[in-house]
């Protein structure tokens, strides 16, 4: 018999579904859907979509409510984001399905750049043109739809050599560094300091044919070697402060004339996150916004 579960939901802005799904991803909470769980449910107001986790029923404790209600709770000191105060959890026991696979229903493959995103049991036909990427939609991997995975995406896409080597910091579910390596990069090394992610990112690797290709580590920048210098790009998908206390740090690994690509910064924190980019070195190309997002694209002299 199949287990019951307990779905984990909110309203959320569009612009945060990727870090609000991930802070659902909680100890026992399976895979992350996006939208209306049945067309019977309202439809949520401009500009704000529902956001959905799921736990089997016996592991829905009070002690996880309590921890996904706090983490919820503290998006907005965590990230400085007003929009982000007050979502309201709701947990609601569903009859026994597979609901590990429902963002199924509402996922389609995506487009950004020359990159077609689908899934692995993907069947259709896609244009000669297309870069086909697998992903698997959840938690651990997002959807690829938000606006700083896209930014970074349409960088690499324009900025990858065939046999560049680049380095992916903060690197998460090792999106952009097997990016990175489907457009011909011959080493993509990618770090971050969730060792739990580490797992996805080699899976998502071999999905796409370029594990070997790909290597990725836990740690922050202190996980790399003398010989993990030199790279021909840096990539940083990462929150804006990071961005400023690392980026002499990315700066440092970078080749003269080597290309880099930043995102994760709200446009509210662009000026002070341009003025480390600079401070560091780099030269700021392109900048380029997406809804409330920056993402910077520029080179080291």
């Known amino acids: 018999m199949a287990p019951a579960w307990t779905e984990i939901a909110l309203i959320a802005p569009v612009g945060w579904l990727e870090l609000v799904a ?15 769980p049945s067309l019977a449910t309202p439809e949520p107001p401009a500009g704000f979509e529902w956001v ?11 002690a996880l409510r309590a921890q996904v209600e706090a ?4 998006l907005a000191e965590l990230t400085g984001a007003e929009e982000l105060r007050g979502l309201a959890v709701r947990f609601r026991r569903l009859p026994a399905e597979d609901y590990a696979t429902s963002w199924r229903k509402s996922w389609k493959p995506l487009r950004v ?10 069947a259709g036909a896609l244009r000669p043109t297309d870069r086909r990427l697998v992903l698997e939609p959840g938690g651990a991997f997002g959807t690829g739809r ?25 690197c998460g579910s090792g ?19 969730d060792p739990t992610a580490m797992p996805y990112a080699r899976e998502l690797a071999l999905w796409n044919g370029v594990v070997e290709r790909c290597e990725f580590r836990a740690g922050t920048f202190e996980c790399l070697g003398p010989a993990d210098t030199g790279f021909d790009g840096v990539l940083a998908n990462i929150f804006a402060d990071l961005i400023q206390a690392h980026a002499e740090d990315m700066a440092a690994r970078l080749r003269p004339g080597g290309w880099f690509a930043f995102s994760g910064c709200l446009d509210k924190k662009r000026y002070p996150t341009v003025a480390a980019i600079e401070e560091a070195g ?15 694209v520029g080179h080291k002299p």
């Open 146 to 170: 938000h606006p700083t995975t896209r930014g970074c995406l349409r960088a690499l896409s324009r900025l990858v050599r065939p046999g560049d080597r680049v380095l992916d910091a903060g």
């Open 71 to 74: 983490a919820v709770g503290g």
């Open 113 to 122: 750049a020359d990159f077609a995103i689908v899934p692995r049991d993907f």
């Open 175 to 193: 999106i952009l560094a097997v990016g990175a390596a489907l457009c011909g990069a011959r080493a993509a090394l990618g770090f971050d300091i």
């Open 22 to 36: 991930e802070t659902l991803s909680l100890g026992p909470c399976s895979s992350v859907a996006f939208g209306r």
């Open 282 to 296: 780099l030269v700021l190309d392109t900048l380029h916004t997406r809804g409330q997002w920056d993402t910077f």
């Open 52 to 62: 959905r986790a799921y736990v089997i029923e016996d592991d829905d404790t009070p």
